[in-house]
């Protein structure tokens, strides 16, 4: 784990000088957008709401690209693949916990798919051949992965994964794995629409910013410009 992950900036909040634990100090340069192939297997969801869990490193970022995509109608940053009793910002970073940082979606399937959610994903959000880490962060904790909640998410994102295998767009093997569904722990408050309410903030501006601008332009139907606040 780099010294100090999530732990090297601090904010001075409008209403008093709260420090903030944060996502790693940005030290690397940028990851690059990829063009995730269009998937072949398409979900078939049926109608009403549907909720879908994707870690893909500090979750900040994988809730900022998500809270500006038409059909999410909300966008949780959590914790998933532990216990309860260990379900706690500070020790999930500690190290020694099997949690991932994660974000559960909720979305129309008639606005936006679960495939067209992978594709997303994997072009502007994850780098799906990292393993236990996601840009500057380090860590089991920060590993990419796909939590589908049902059998056609299931069936959809293992035929996702071993289309990507064999798309020739990454020169690494891909690691990202299905992980077993398991219960998401919602983070600290003030963990949550963290780029909407700090987007002045080192690492929102180095690292999930351009996520964000890279969503608007590789997916500008799906991309839209109000963030969703779960708190609105």
């Known amino acids: 784990m780099i010294p100090g992950a999530k732990r090297g900036?601090?904010?001075?909040?409008?209403?008093?000088?709260?420090?903030?634990?944060?996502?790693?100090?940005?030290?690397?340069?940028?990851?690059?957008?990829?063009?995730?192939?269009?998937?072949?297997?398409?979900?078939?969801e049926g109608a009403g709401l549907k909720t879908a869990i994707f870690a893909g490193g500090c979750f900040w970022g994988v809730e900022g690209v998500f809270s500006h995509v038409k059909g999410v109608k909300s966008a949780v940053s959590g914790f998933h693949g532990g216990s309860a009793g260990t379900a706690t910002y500070n020790r999930i970073i500690s190290g020694g916990t099997?949690?991932?940082?994660?974000?559960?979606?909720?979305?129309?399937?008639?606005?936006?798919?679960?495939?067209?959610?992978?594709?997303?994903?994997?072009?502007?959000?994850?780098?799906?051949?990292?393993?236990?880490?996601?840009?500057?962060d380090v860590g089991s904790h920060y590993r990419s992965a796909l939590v589908p909640v049902n059998a056609e998410q299931q069936a959809v994102a293992k035929a996702y994964l071993a289309q990507m295998n064999k798309s020739g767009v990454w020169n690494r093997p891909i690691v990202t794995k299905i992980e077993k569904h398991r219960k998401?722990?919602?983070?600290?408050?003030?963990?949550?629409?963290?780029?909407?309410?700090?987007?002045?903030?080192?690492?929102?501006?180095?690292?999930?910013?351009?996520?964000?601008?890279?969503?608007?332009?590789?997916?500008?139907?799906?991309?839209?410009?109000?963030?969703?606040?779960?708190d609105a």
């Open 98 to 136: 099997s949690h991932a940082e994660a974000v559960m979606i909720t979305y129309d399937p008639y606005v936006v798919r679960y495939d067209e959610l992978l594709q997303i994903f994997f072009s502007v959000v994850a780098d799906p051949t990292l393993k236990n880490r996601q840009g500057p």
């Open 9 to 44: 900036f601090t904010l001075a909040l409008a209403a008093g000088s709260l420090t903030l634990s944060s996502c790693a100090s940005p030290a690397h340069a940028l990851d690059e957008p990829v063009n995730a192939p269009a998937p072949k297997r398409i979900a078939k």
């Open 184 to 230: 998401f722990y919602a983070a600290e408050p003030y963990h949550q629409d963290f780029m909407a309410k700090n987007p002045r903030h080192g690492y929102i501006m180095r690292w999930d910013a351009p996520k964000v601008r890279a969503l608007k332009a590789m997916f500008p139907t799906d991309y839209q410009p109000k963030f969703l606040r779960d």
